[in-house]
């Protein structure tokens, strides 16, 4: 079953750009809609990773359904609205350079297969990294998690005692480049401890020791 590359665009001038790439590189069907229907939800096994390139508006009224994708998320953005973006899902400053854009968008598939199907056990509860929740003994969903949040969860339990630094996060969950401010590690922890906090009895469970990020229950 061939991969699909979903296309949300308003800009009939890039199907082009589409088409060729993702078809030609990367093997990919391309399909292009105008905005986001409930029907494409149902073959999402189907979809590689969505490109969102259109207006803000729309945006907003469709995040929630971006979030529930089990795919990556990739936002074409401009400077008024990339603070919206950043936290919540990868994004690309238009106009794009792109090369950069090609080099970036294999390595943002790369990590999703490398993240694919894993679970993890924290106290007594498991992470499903694939579809970014927190189950409880039940199997109950009683968290999820933003694409970003859910690599860095995953980043600090793997690391275990070692615990890991600041640049090595930004290196496996941003692909550290001159786009990412080293600052954003620390708003994304910020907002992951605070919502872990609500399951954890108020207790901070990532902890920075000696410059390194570890998760100590």
Not at 37 to 53: A, M, P, T, V
Not at 55 to 64: C, G, L, T, V
Request: with cysteine; glycine share 0%; charged share 35%.
């Amino acid at each position: 079953m061939k991969k699909i590359a979903l296309i949300i665009e308003n800009n009939k001038k890039f199907n082009n750009i589409w088409n060729e790439y993702f078809k030609n590189e990367l093997n990919l069907d391309v399909k292009v809609i105008n905005e986001l229907k409930h029907n494409l939800i149902l073959c999402e096994d189907k979809i590689s990773f969505i490109i969102f390139n259109s207006s803000k508006s729309q945006f907003m009224y469709i995040e929630e359904k971006l979030k529930i994708f089990n795919k990556p998320v990739v936002v074409l953005v401009d400077d008024y609205w990339e603070k919206v973006i950043k936290e919540k899902f990868y994004y690309f400053k238009k106009p794009l350079n792109l090369n950069s854009f090609k080099r970036d968008i294999k390595e943002i598939i790369s990590n999703n297969r490398k993240y694919k199907i894993k679970k993890l056990s924290i106290g007594t509860f498991t992470i499903d990294v694939n579809k970014k929740q927190l189950l409880n003994k039940e199997n109950h969903v009683i968290l999820r998690f933003t694409d970003k949040e859910i690599l860095i969860f995953y980043e600090i339990l793997k690391s275990k005692n070692l615990g890991i630094n600041k640049t090595d996060l930004l290196n496996k969950v941003w692909n550290y480049n001159e786009r990412v401010e080293t600052k954003t590690v620390e708003t994304s922890i910020y907002r992951l401890r605070k919502k872990l906090s609500k399951i954890f009895k108020n207790k901070d469970i990532i902890l920075n020791i000696e410059k390194k990020y570890k998760i100590i229950i």
